[in-house]
């Protein structure tokens, strides 16, 4: 079985003119969807700190932290955007194997296409191709490979990367066997870091590790042409279940991107259906949070066993807590960026609405799916089923839906009219000559 | 149970008078015995190419490439210097888990060290401290972690550098969990690179990304507080078994350290009883390539595991072919850093001989013992049986033999003088105001 050998060779030729319309199209939903993310979450104190860490350490400033003044080499600027685009838990989501996909990969090429110029096209292909790789490395391991701890869109998203680096870079298939294998042997991340800084550290240092693997690669730089399938290789040590067949069958017929989809609330995605119940019975009964008595879930287990989190005290970890996100649907009638600040999840009314929240789990129940019941001080008994939450591909984001959300996240940061313009030099990146534009557009006048 | 906060509340309040005599010697023939590695593998085309890839994004001139002209910014001469110093395989060895504990730790306080000056006392305590942390969180989760098929020096190796890190930037016990944490978070390293370029990187990047999470730890940036413990922590995810106590029971009462070891032949460690053997065979009985039959080992199965290769086809590969390792024992009398070049990997006498060997593994056999029975074509048959091999902790390097080889592997790269300057100057490393003189003294006048 030549299972990263055959994965390298696909990469290596895909030409740019064989990928459908659709997928395209997809593709540039996702891009979008990571650009607002990037520039709206390039405020948070995460990354202060790490820009204010790695500064002293950093290159020659070849590429923009996206939504800021500063100017990194390519790999810390990876680093950055890649953190920045993850911070709020609300860039795009692979739900068959809950990777984000866009982080490792747009933050690794984007960078990159600052130092050498490179088409929308060009662009566009290559982020199509290493979203494919991750989510195909992904498809092959979940879910063993995620409940035994592994953060799979730091696991996963560092071969993308190296992937889609490689295409740009024009490596030969040795070279992007090497590039793979680079990228593989330093996969990491702990799902035990959800709910701290080190959750958006993932997807950036994915994207970091993934740039400087097809660097090395380009030069020579050797490793094993076997890190997927060999017996110590990614699939056997990070893993306890693998399927190779897919990572290797159908490659350039189907598109693991045409299955992205892009939240509606910033959090935890396995949240979203009771966010989404929530808003609904406030919204039909005018509910307030002093009439109610107490709030019942039933949900799919995995909504437990990852937000699972009763007493939140930071905003990072209220992403990971239905009590607290069931507390602020009711109140706020959303959960947006502000719902997860610090404050929020310290006032007094959301957390004596928290504390009657109630959540059992259910084999029965699917992953976007979930029972709501609110009980009222006067008796009163309110249900709502969720069938699929918004922002499944039951019940996609539409462009207008992503297109509000843009504005929502880069408004504050660029200002609306810039905003508006990234989003639509974004919208078009097809037709760019040369993406570094969307890089300077991202960033706020002085 | 509080195992990170254990661990990292020992190394932020341990005092440097702690330490007994006889460990900081230790201490000093392994940081000598590092320096001699880094050096004389810094010409290595390993080196070469991550250094022509990673010079277009590298930041200010802060820290010497040993053993080189080149100057990179403390995080790439961390990574460079680690790759250089484990790239010929010839670096200390903890024999109960294979680590090869200086390498991540030196690699990255050697760099700190030349932007803020540390006194050779501190450095040392520094170093010692970060072997402990390596070694005991090794010790925690060898042989199973190793088995799976992790590289443990990298795995392993980036706490230790995070811990000694942290604590020459004085951090303070929350900081240090934050850095364990953050180290954690990127432990990775596949033992399938072994025979690749990437098995010198592990450690390499294992110094970088520990000197990187130290980094951020200090300005505040957040991990878990259980990386080591947590059912989704590193000895959990990363291992099947586990025992905590190795970590916690006897802080600052041993030293692991004092445990270490030094390699007198150029190859993966299991081999050395067998060339240890040959040598000694062919000494004796003043043995010549073409007069033998056959050559028959009775090996530790993990011999077989790690250096089974028998058809190396580069020098890197040979490090890890027992058979290679028999052959040129045989025909050189040695087996130093040229016995593993790729010509004398590919010596039609040196093939030969090594098809000629055969080795079967014995459960009876300990790891640094072996049986070696060679038939010549007269029809004789000679046997060794090798007890502990030479650099074992039953008979271990004498401080002369560390001088030997300190000067083979510096001296062609430093010539004999600077050599023997930078030599002194590492015996002498307590005394040292400013270790930095080090880094001056490791590279060729100009």
């Given at each position: 079985m030549d299972v990263t050998a055959t994965l390298a060779?696909?990469?290596?030729?895909?030409?740019?003119?064989?990928?459908?319309?659709?997928?395209?199209?997809?593709?540039?939903?996702?891009?979008?969807?990571?650009?607002?993310?990037?520039?709206?979450?390039?405020?948070?104190?995460?990354?202060?700190?790490?820009?204010?860490?790695?500064?002293?350490?950093?290159?020659?400033?070849?590429?923009?932290?996206?939504?800021?003044?500063?100017?990194?080499?390519?790999?810390?600027?990876?680093?950055?955007?890649?953190?920045?685009?993850?911070?709020?838990?609300?860039?795009?989501?692979?739900?068959?194997?809950?990777?984000?996909?866009?982080?490792?990969?747009?933050?690794?090429?984007?960078?990159?296409?600052?130092?050498?110029?490179?088409?929308?096209?060009?662009?566009?292909?290559?982020?199509?191709?290493?979203?494919?790789v991750?989510?195909?490395i992904?498809?092959a391991v979940?879910?063993?490979?995620?409940?035994?701890?592994?953060?799979?869109?730091?696991t996963a998203?560092v071969f993308?990367?190296a992937a889609?680096?490689?295409?740009?870079?024009?490596?030969?298939?040795?070279?992007m066997i090497w590039a793979l294998g680079i990228a593989g042997t330093q996969s990491?991340?702990?799902?035990?870091?959800?709910?701290?800084?080190?959750?958006?550290?993932?997807?950036?240092?994915?994207?970091?590790?993934g740039?400087?693997a097809?660097?090395?690669a380009?030069?020579?730089?050797t490793s094993s042409n076997r890190v997927l399938e060999a017996p110590r290789g990614f699939a056997h040590v990070m893993?306890?279940?693998r399927?190779f067949?897919?990572i290797?069958?159908?490659?350039?017929?189907?598109?693991?991107?045409?299955?992205?989809?892009?939240?509606?609330?910033?959090?935890?995605?396995?949240?979203?259906?009771?966010?989404?119940?929530?808003?609904?019975?406030?919204?039909?009964?005018?509910?307030?949070?002093?009439?109610?008595?107490?709030?019942?879930?039933?949900?799919?287990?995995?909504?437990?066993?990852?937000?699972?989190?009763?007493?939140?005290?930071?905003?990072?970890?209220?992403?990971?807590?239905?009590?607290?996100?069931?507390?602020?649907?009711?109140?706020?009638?959303?959960?947006?960026?502000?719902?997860?600040?610090?404050?929020?999840?310290?006032?007094?009314?959301?957390?004596?609405?928290?504390?009657?929240?109630?959540?059992?789990?259910?084999?029965?129940?699917?992953?976007?799916?979930?029972?709501?019941?609110?009980?009222?001080?006067?008796?009163?008994?309110?249900?709502?089923?969720?069938?699929?939450?918004?922002?499944?591909?039951?019940?996609?984001?539409?462009?207008?839906?992503?297109?509000?959300?843009?504005?929502?996240?880069?408004?504050?940061?660029?200002?609306?009219?810039?905003?508006?313009?990234?989003?639509?030099?974004?919208?078009?990146?097809?037709?760019?000559?040369?993406?570094?534009?969307?890089?300077?557009?991202?960033?706020?006048?002085?």
């Amino acid at each position: 079985m030549d299972v990263t050998a055959t994965l390298a060779r696909y990469v290596v030729s895909a030409p740019a003119d064989s990928v459908p319309e659709n997928v395209r199209r997809e593709a540039v939903r996702s891009f979008l969807n990571w650009m607002g993310c990037a520039v709206g979450g390039s405020r948070h104190e995460t990354v202060d700190i790490a820009l204010a860490a790695i500064s002293p350490f950093a290159g020659k400033p070849q590429a923009a932290v996206l939504g800021r003044g500063e100017r990194l080499d390519i790999m810390h600027a990876a680093l950055l955007n890649g953190i920045s685009s993850h911070v709020f838990d609300f860039d795009d989501t692979h739900l068959r194997t809950i990777i984000h996909p866009a982080g490792p990969i747009a933050s690794a090429i984007l960078s990159m296409a600052q130092l050498k110029p490179v088409s929308g096209r060009d662009f566009l292909h290559a982020f199509i191709l290493g979203v494919e790789v991750e989510c195909r490395i992904g498809n092959a391991v979940y879910p063993a490979h995620y409940d035994i701890g592994w953060h799979i869109t730091g696991t996963a998203g560092v071969f993308g990367a190296a992937a889609a680096a490689g295409k740009l870079l024009g490596l030969n298939e040795q070279q992007m066997i090497w590039a793979l294998g680079i990228a593989g042997t330093q996969s990491s991340g702990f799902r035990e870091m959800f709910g701290t800084m080190c959750k958006s550290f993932h997807p950036g240092r994915a994207a970091q590790n993934g740039l400087l693997a097809a660097h090395l690669a380009e030069r020579g730089f050797t490793s094993s042409n076997r890190v997927l399938e060999a017996p110590r290789g990614f699939a056997h040590v990070m893993s306890t279940e693998r399927n190779f067949d897919e990572i290797t069958k159908g490659l350039g017929d189907s598109f693991e991107i045409a299955l992205n989809t892009y939240k509606p609330f910033a959090c935890g995605i396995v949240i979203h259906p009771i966010i989404d119940g929530c808003v609904q019975l406030r919204n039909e009964f005018g509910l307030k949070a002093d009439e109610i008595e107490r709030i019942d879930l039933e949900v799919d287990p995995l909504v437990l066993e990852l937000t699972g989190k009763k007493t939140p005290q930071v905003g990072l970890e209220g992403k990971f807590s239905v009590y607290h996100s069931a507390a602020v649907a009711i109140i706020d009638g959303k959960a947006g960026e502000e719902e997860y600040s610090d404050s929020r999840v310290r006032d007094p009314q959301v957390v004596t609405l928290r504390d009657k929240v109630h959540a059992v789990a259910s084999n029965t129940i699917a992953e976007d799916e979930c029972h709501v019941t609110v009980t009222l001080s006067d008796g009163r008994v309110l249900k709502k089923h969720v069938e699929h939450a918004i922002g499944s591909l039951a019940r996609p984001m539409s462009n207008a839906d992503l297109d509000a959300k843009f504005s929502g996240l880069a408004d504050p940061v660029l200002g609306a009219g810039a905003a508006a313009r990234l989003r639509d030099l974004c919208w078009n990146i097809e037709k760019l000559e040369d993406v570094a534009v969307l890089a300077t557009a991202a960033v706020p006048a002085a």
